[in-house]
């Protein structure tokens, strides 16, 4: 049960990086596409947000416990005596916060592409397309 409760730690660091720099890059996609100031004042707090949430997930889960060592012990983990945190509450927080900027991310580009010169036809399936990111 130790390593496993190692692997989940170790995993989750990752994750949370990994998820991290694919929103970034993807909001810098969108800087790149659409260089209208107002986008890129909203993509840039996006950024901001996105950051924020990388660094506060991942030192919720390397400080999840008062030493590192006791997220390691199946006996603390799962006591909720104080020593950790309610890891079951932080997952929670991570999926509904992580979602939130998710779906943010996926709907930003719609206006900017509906604005554009092109046929209905192709606004909707450019929507489509980018709509396919969501799954």
Known sequence: MAVFLQMLWAS?????LTVTLVRISILLL???IFSFRAFRIITTVLIAACIAWG??????NVLQCHTISDAFKPEVVGALDGRCINLQAMFYGTLGTGFTLDLIILVLPFQQIWGLRLERRQKIELLAILGLGGL
Do not use: F, P
């Open 30 to 32: 969108y800087q790149r």
């Open 12 to 16: 989750m660091i990752t994750y949370i």
């Open 55 to 60: 660094l506060s997930i991942c030192a919720a």
